[in-house]
């Protein structure tokens, strides 16, 4: 009875104490490791040339400009379309991405918008910025104002998750004619 | 003479073995953030995280996890062999090692579990136990940037399979009693020389 009670109370300790021994060799030289794994590190930092494992944050790329954006006058509606690449393991689904354009005084000028898109693991997708600009903004363009423009009201939905910005000030100024 | 085996405590084993191998697989516990743009999957078996598609183990989580799949083995093994001797004098420590831990694992799971919910809950995060709800980040928080996300989260089977082997740990110690119960069956006395004399009266 003493020896099954040594035994079990052996095998206990053995089931405990092997692991984290083990654990503790492996990670000898680097304990925060064991808390911080290196898949998140890398995907944090992006430092996985020669890894097995593509996807990190760090590897999004900005959406590159097809072509110069395209605008029709007579109805104050334009189009600039942007190559996306997904660089991640999973698909990307933008289901929103909507804003108002407004002026550096924070003058309504018009809207823009995304068709919803989805973007399969490692692919890439065009995504068509489209919107529609006020009367007065085009009669401005039309004269050869200059327009800085800033978005409000930026709603973006990526994958379910929805953000919401106030304001982004300062994009940049609108084509003028 | 037919062998005297705890059936209870048989099921029992048997059942913990299966769901160490089933929640190897699947989590006891999952949430998903998004539309899985994060999971959690959580059990005492085996954690893991999927951001953005990516899956990760923390690795002290997974020395925990490894500590538990040996000891959940270990307890079924035992608790098969107290099964089909648990009239031997050693019977009682083996059931003893056996049925204390399934059972802890699954109390301790579910408390830590609702001490996180709650806590949560209490910084303003709406983290649901078992359903959907919504988290909303207030744009306070994140420098006018307000954010919000669908949150789902529920109980996998394999947490009910686990709550099974828990509660047939618990039967086999309590059906352990009819092994060691005194027998009510009264026995018939061996008769015993008497000494008495019986005197017969002149």
Known sequence: MD???FALTMLSVAIIVVPIAVAGYIYRGNLEGLVLPS???????????GSKNPSSLANLQLPQA?????????TGT???????TNPLTTQIQLNQFSADVVSSNGTYLGNVAIQPLTIAPGASAIANVTGDLDQNTINQLANGGNLNVSLANVTVNIGGVTVHLSQISNIGSLPTG | MARIINWVALAAGIMLLLMVVVSIFYPWWQLTIGQDLIKVNASPIYTNFGVFGDQF??????VINIITILTFLACGAVMLIYSIVPTKPYAKQLLGFSYRKPLYSVVIFAVVLVGVVLAANHFGVNVPLNGSSTVTVPASWMMGVSISAPISASFEFSFYIA???AALCLAARLYHSHFTKPSTTPETAPPTP???TISVPA
Do not use: H
């Open chain 1, 66 to 74: 097809i072509g110069s954006p395209q605008y029709d006058p007579t």
């Open chain 1, 39 to 49: 898949q998140f590190r890398n995907m944090i930092n992006g430092a996985l040339s």
């Open chain 2, 163 to 165: 709550v099974v082997a």
């Open chain 1, 78 to 84: 334009f189009n600039d379309p942007f190559n996306v």
């Open chain 1, 3 to 5: 020896k099954a009670k």
């Open chain 2, 57 to 62: 183990t923390i690795p002290i989580i997974l």
């Open chain 2, 194 to 196: 008497s000494t008495a």
